[in-house]
């Protein structure tokens, strides 16, 4: 539309007086100039035919068009598009609160690794859980599937090196002491009436490592499972796991998993819910079931499934809080676990939500009301954060804790067997007695209260025996021996370095007091990861400690019914077809996006208000379908209305009558706008001796060759080229449409011209076209410029005003007296940032303005440039400064190297040459700052 039409051809010598200044324009200069101001008045007369069309036909388009695009547009309510809108509308929440009382333990590789590696060792599993009910956890939630039976083993590392330890020991001590029984009958020095004593002693020490000896072989092998059983039984509240067989998951044929008869009583009896339902058709009726294996099961607290399937684009947004097996109700296992400590609320289920009925949160009893999605699931609002920024905790602390202190047992036992307790005084048992007696009451499964008294007595007495005056006691006693004081001092401080450890673990997990703790793999060995709408790697444990932190906090999401999105898209459609169908298309443009935004911003503020989902996907498509086929049939129309007009009023009436009536006056009004800019002069050196030797046409064919390749560079780099002087172009960018990177956009400019440059002038010599060769010099500045329509009422150019547009007009003369190709301004430099490599020249005052500006000499692109270049660059600002600092000797010389390792480079050498200048007549004040005095 805005091709050159109807320009008459120019003669020789007319294009010969043009390029002297003094004529008229060649077609391409022509129609570059007027490019951008016809695209503009053609945009405009578009405009007002369209009014004039509108106008004929009164603003009327037929309804069907809403009705045709809403039903084009109808399969989207039964696709998932809805989600991934609903993903962004879910960053303008605000992040889920998350609670003290909810906390994930990771299973990570450092656990796995430090507790004997893959797979976990359930017996490891076991302690961790007791350790956890005496740090005070109110819920212990495994996230883990115990399916399979473990077979009782043998362990190598424990036989290998602690049993061996025990044997060497046990038999070490009777063997000392009997020796000394020994050597003192035969000196003598037993008196008659002690050997009835030392016989007891001895008898005693036997049994001591005898019994240590029966402790260690229990451990050679191990029911693992049945550890693991009394465990869970023993700490009250640990929770396991279900897994959830659904029909569509079982190949044809394949058998269904069930439990068997004892396992599935147990289900029944105690792990279902008793769940009130009330015309419920939405819980989904599993086929199978896959509990763990009964021996855990049945010592468990509890169990609730762990089905999380993803949506069919693979993002988990939404978890089953029941399930229906054999028509009993299952809890998801985050509602279970957490089921305890809301204080056991009774269940009330419907198709539109899940009510805990008076469920306890921090001491007052309420209604919990969960809403369920149009499918009966629940939308889990995630926190816009990552998984590892949640309160995480290592089980690795817990498993240290646990292997350090049956290492500070094993120290205990060897004290005992010593003697050391012997020196006790405190009322109640020693350490080593209250260690024992709280084996014995775990292993008896007795009262937790009563274990957990015991061993905060176990605890205590053990620092007062290791800190206290006991040492000094035992060291007295032995103070002429000169071997047992080492082995004394040596024991005492691996115990205490032990149990400070073990304070340390305790003090950093004193938060765990009466909380849900949900025990996961983030291991590499285990994968259990999935995608969330905020992380695409993350660990599915986390899962339970958002849907925990909802039941806490009650901030819940859910959707609407789809109704309400099938109104929404008749409703926008059909009033945005009446909107744009009654307005000219400079107008009706805006209103349809406005419409559009409006729909968009409305569903999204009733998101956050109501936290309810409206399907946004239909009602959009909708409309926005619509409101493309309103401007189609607009635009259609424009086009009959503008030949209607030339047929009906071209014969009747002049073009400048036309003109005026279809114009828009005010796009033609004098004046601009004031904005950041960046402007590019160039100019070819000494184009008049070069265009002295050509004959007119000649000079038109050279100058066309190189305007048209120079041009097409900038246009490509989406700058506006202002005019033509003679050989020279004006062009600036960041207007008409403004781009935050002008700048940029600028200097791939300059470098894309002087690379066609050089292929211009092989294709010059090649083809005769000039004399000697071109070459380019070019300024570039960035500033506040004015830019729009100016000139007189009747003839206005589209072009630019300002004193940084002078400046980059002096930058491309200053190239002469630096012998550059591309200055650019600091300012241009700054805001082009680091993808550019420049050269720092003088800080120079320019003639006609007077602030000082920093010069550089654009050289390329950062990522094209050698090792080699960087380091003449350096070398460069090194004399650079040496010379602006007034070191004219030293830079002198430096800038001498560079000449020498670069003879081409004449910027070099005319700095050397000011150099001794300066050192022959120096400048007298010296500021660092050039004032130019040459255009």
């Known amino acids: ?22 004529g008229a324009e060649s077609p391409v200069l022509r129609f570059s100039r007027a490019k951008t101001a016809k695209c503009a008045q053609i945009l405009i007369v578009e405009d007002a035919f369209l009014k004039l069309n509108i106008a004929a036909n009164g603003g009327k388009r037929p309804l069907v068009i809403p009705l045709v695009c809403f039903t084009l547009t109808l399969p989207l309510l039964f696709t ?22 909810v906390y994930v333990l990771t299973l990570d590789d450092d656990s796995i690794s430090y507790a004997g590696g893959f797979p976990f060792r359930r017996e490891v599993m076991a302690d961790v859980v007791v350790l956890l009910r005496e740090l005070g956890a109110g819920s212990i939630t495994i996230d883990l599937n115990y399916l399979d039976e473990s077979p009782e083993r043998l362990d190598r590392e424990y036989a290998g090196e602690v049993f061996s330890r025990y044997l060497d020991a046990g038999f070490t001590r009777i063997n000392e002491t009997a020796a000394r029984l020994i050597d003192g009958l035969s000196a003598g020095s037993i008196r008659r009436g002690e050997n009835e004593i030392y016989r007891s002693e001895f008898l005693a020490l036997n049994g ?62 105690r792990f279902a819910l008793n769940v009130k339902a009330a015309a419920d058709k939405k819980t989904p009726e599993m086929a199978g079931l896959m509990p763990a294996i009964y021996k855990l099961l049945r010592r468990a607290a509890g169990a609730g499934f762990v089905n999380a399937a993803a949506d069919p684009d693979g993002i988990r947004r939404r978890i089953d809080l029941l399930a229906r097996y054999r028509g009993n109700y299952y809890g998801h296992l985050a509602l279970t676990g957490m089921r305890g400590l809301l204080g056991n609320p009774d269940i009330e289920v419907s198709d539109g939500e899940i009510v805990l009925k008076n469920a306890r949160i921090n001491g007052t009893a ?21 998984f590892y920024d949640y309160r995480l905790i290592s089980l690795l602390e817990l498993i240290q804790h646990t292997i350090i202190e049956k290492v500070f047992a094993e120290n205990l036992g060897l004290m005992n067997s010593s003697g050391f307790f012997t020196v006790w005084e405190k009322d109640g048992q020693n350490p080593w007695e209250l260690f024992n007696l709280a084996e014995s009451l775990r292993a008896e499964g007795a009262g937790i209260e009563s274990w957990l008294e015991v061993r905060k007595n176990f605890f205590e007495a053990a620092g007062d025996f290791l800190e206290g005056p006991y040492r000094g006691r035992i060291l007295e006693m032995v103070k002429g021996d000169t071997e047992t004081p080492v082995y004394v001092e040596e024991l005492f401080l691996a115990a205490r370095q032990q149990l400070q450890r073990m304070r340390d673990i ?87 996006a406005c419409a559009l935004a409006l729909l968009s911003g409305l569903s999204l503020l009733y998101f956050y208000g109501t936290k309810q989902y409206v399907g946004l996907a239909l009602p959009l498509a909708s409309s926005s379908l619509t409101f493309l086929a309103v401007l189609v049939i ?104 403004y781009r935050g990177d002008h700048a940029a956009l600028v200097c791939r400019s300059a470098l894309g011209i002087k690379k066609a440059e ?28 004015v830019v729009g329509n100016m000139g007189a009422e009747n003839k206005m150019d589209y072009t630019i005003m300002g004193s940084a547009v002078n400046l980059a007009s002096r930058l491309e003369g200053v190239n002469k007296q630096y012998h550059t190709g591309i200055l650019i301004s600091e300012y241009t430099k700054e805001k082009a940032g680091d993808e550019f490599i420049c050269r720092g020249l003088d800080r120079v005052r320019v003639v006609g303005i007077k602030a000082p500006v920093r010069l550089y000499e654009l050289l390329g692109l950062r990522d094209e440039t050698g090792k080699e270049t960087a380091q003449y660059l350096a070398a460069w600002e090194k004399a650079l400064g040496l010379f602006e600092k007034g070191s004219f000797e030293m830079a002198e ?19 050397a040459q000011r150099c001794r200048e300066y050192i022959s007549s120096p400048p007298g004040v010296w500021d660092g700052i050039i004032n130019l005095t040459e255009k």
């Not at 539309?1 to 002297?20: D, L, N, T």
């Not at 001498?896 to 005319?910: G, H, I, M, S």
């Open 366 to 386: 309420k209604n919990i009301r969960i809403p369920r999605t149009e499918d009966g699931s629940i939308l889990l609002k995630w926190p816009k954060k990552s």
């Open 1 to 22: 539309m805005c091709a050159a039409q109807g320009i008459a051809a120019e003669s020789p010598q007319e294009a010969h007086w043009r390029f002297r200044g003094l």
């Open 80 to 101: 998932p598009a809805d989600n991934k809108i609903y993903d962004l509308f879910l960053r303008a929440l605000p992040s889920l609160t998350e609670h003290e009382q």
């Open 506 to 592: 305790r003090a950093g997990l004193a938060g765990l007091d009466g909380t849900f703790c949900v025990i996961g793999a983030d291991a590499t060995s285990m994968t259990d990861n999935g995608i969330t709408p905020f992380e695409e790697n993350y660990p599915n444990v986390g899962i339970y400690a958002v849907m925990a932190n909802m039941l806490l906090s009650q901030e819940f999401l859910d959707d609407a019914p789809l109704p309400v999105s099938v109104f929404l898209a008749l409703v926008f459609s059909f009033g945005i077809a009446l909107l744009t169908g009654r307005l000219a298309t400079g107008k009706s443009i805006p209103a349809g």
């Open 758 to 785: 050089q292929e211009l002038n092989a294709l010059i010599i090649k083809e005769n076209l000039s004399p000697s060769p071109l070459f380019t010099r070019i300024g570039i500045n960035t500033g506040e410029m």
């Open 634 to 737: 607009n635009f259609l129309g424009t086009s009959r209305a503008k030949t209607f007009l030339h047929m009906a009023f071209s014969r009747y009436l002049s073009p400048v009558i036309i003109g005026e009536i279809i114009a828009n006056p005010d796009k033609l009004n004098l004046g601009g706008e004031k904005r950041e800019m960046t402007a590019l002069f160039t100019d070819i050196q000494g184009f008049s001796g070069i265009s002295e030797q050509l004959d007119p046409v000649q000079l038109v064919r050279l100058l066309n060759r190189y305007l048209t390749a120079m041009s097409n560079i900038i246009m490509e780099k989406l700058g506006t080229i202002d005019k033509y002087e003679g050989d020279a172009i004006i062009a600036f960018f960041g207007a008409p449409v």
């Open 208 to 269: 001591a490592v005898r019994l240590e000896l029966e402790q260690s072989l229990e451990y050679l092998t191990r029911n693992v499972d049945e550890y693991f059983a009394r465990a869970l039984a023993f700490s009250g509240c640990s929770w396991l796991t279900l897994t959830m067989i659904g029909r569509e998951h079982v190949l044809s044929g394949a058998r269904i998993p069930e439990p068997d008869g004892a396992a599935l009583a147990l289900l029944e009896s």
């Open 893 to 911: 010389k430096l800038f001498r190297v560079l000449t020498e390792k670069a003879p081409q480079d004449r910027t070099a050498l005319r700095y």
